[in-house]
């Protein structure tokens, strides 16, 4: 390299330097900006908080809904500062109309000029708070550590609730394998725990893991004790943290006629892909597991399948993992 070519690229390096130190400078700025004229209620969750809060609280709802809110269009915001423009210009030509004699046209000019500006402030401001509610998101591996302590504390709800202890349990859950090779070994006394994305639940890619999360579960907690099976199932509301559409089951092992499953593409899960954010397209997959009693009743498990278990949900089980316990349980008490 000559002396030129090493002054021309000093020269660009110097171009490139400047541009970065400038482009940082302005996004430092605008932070502080809309920090000025849109502050959020609550920031983003600290990485290493354990839970989004408990269930019913307005941080944990505010949180969770800002997880599944797509930030707004830039057009929004250009658009506001066009009309602010536009409406600062109205105002310099109703000075120019009445520095000239033309009160009538200058009226007329500030009116429009000044209904243009606030209508431009109003908008760019509500831009700026859509931004700022959108923005500052938790992580998905909040909403897994939420979620799993929403779910270990409806394992002991539903103990309490058929009058059980983890002492009558005769089938336990096996360990979870997580995607980074920890295996999670479960408690003696910890029944059951199947949780899959609820019929409706809306749900939205996740650049960080590739994992979808959703607003809503159907959860199904099997315990088994000596002479029959318990069941409840119930949807929850990750927002929330509410339960809904509680029931219950109990089957004496004697009277459990059938134990079906079956593994399909779950098409009612796709409509629920939230607008907004980059779109991935959504290939998820039901697993389910039918409980049919003599009587013709039954209790329909359901879980997604076609996505890796995220890292900090060490509470749910697998279908695949827990049927063979399960057939073998069945099958001892029946012989």
């Known amino acids: 390299m000559n002396a030129f070519d090493g002054r021309i690229d000093h020269w660009f390096r110097r171009v490139r330097g400047a541009f970065a130190r400038r482009r940082a400078a302005l996004g430092a700025s605008w932070r502080e900006h809309l920090e000025r004229v849109a502050p959020g209620p609550w920031p983003a969750p600290a990485p290493g908080r354990r839970t989004l809060g408990p269930a019913g609280s307005g941080e944990r709802k505010e949180w969770v809904r800002r997880y599944f809110r797509p930030s707004p269009p830039p057009e929004q915001g250009r658009r506001a500062i066009r009309y602010a423009q536009f409406g600062g210009l109205g105002l310099l030509l109703a000075g120019a109309q009445l520095a000239v004699g033309m009160a009538g046209w200058s009226a007329a000019f500030a009116g429009v000029g000044l209904v243009l500006l606030l209508s431009g402030f109003t908008l760019y401001r509500t831009h700026c708070f859509a931004v700022r509610h959108a923005d500052a998101k938790p992580s998905g591996r909040h909403l897994d550590r939420t979620l799993d302590a929403d779910l ?161 949900l060490t509470v749910t089980t697998s279908i695949k993992d827990a049927l063979p316990e399960l057939r073998r349980l069945l099958g001892r008490l029946a012989a």
């Open 152 to 312: 270990r504390k409806a394992m002991t709800q539903a103990l309490e609730r058929f009058g059980l202890t983890g002492e009558d349990l005769i089938l336990h859950a096996g360990p979870v394998h997580l995607p980074n090779a920890r295996v999670v070994e479960r408690g003696p006394g910890d029944p059951l725990v199947f949780a899959g994305p609820a019929p409706g639940a809306r749900h939205r890619p996740n650049s960080e893991d590739r994992i979808r999360r959703f607003t809503a579960y159907s959860v199904a907690i099997v315990c088994s004790a000596k002479h029959h099976l318990a069941v409840l199932t119930f949807e929850l509301d990750l927002a929330t943290g509410a339960h809904k559409n509680v029931d219950t089951h109990e089957y004496h092992y004697d009277h459990i006629a059938a134990v079906n499953t079956s593994t399909r593409p779950a098409r009612e899960l796709l409509g629920g892909d939230i607008d907004g954010f980059p779109p991935t397209r959504a290939k998820l997959t039901a697993q389910e597991l039918e409980i049919t009693s003599t009587g013709g009743t039954h209790v329909l498990i359901s879980t997604e399948i076609a996505q890796d278990h995220p890292a900090d």
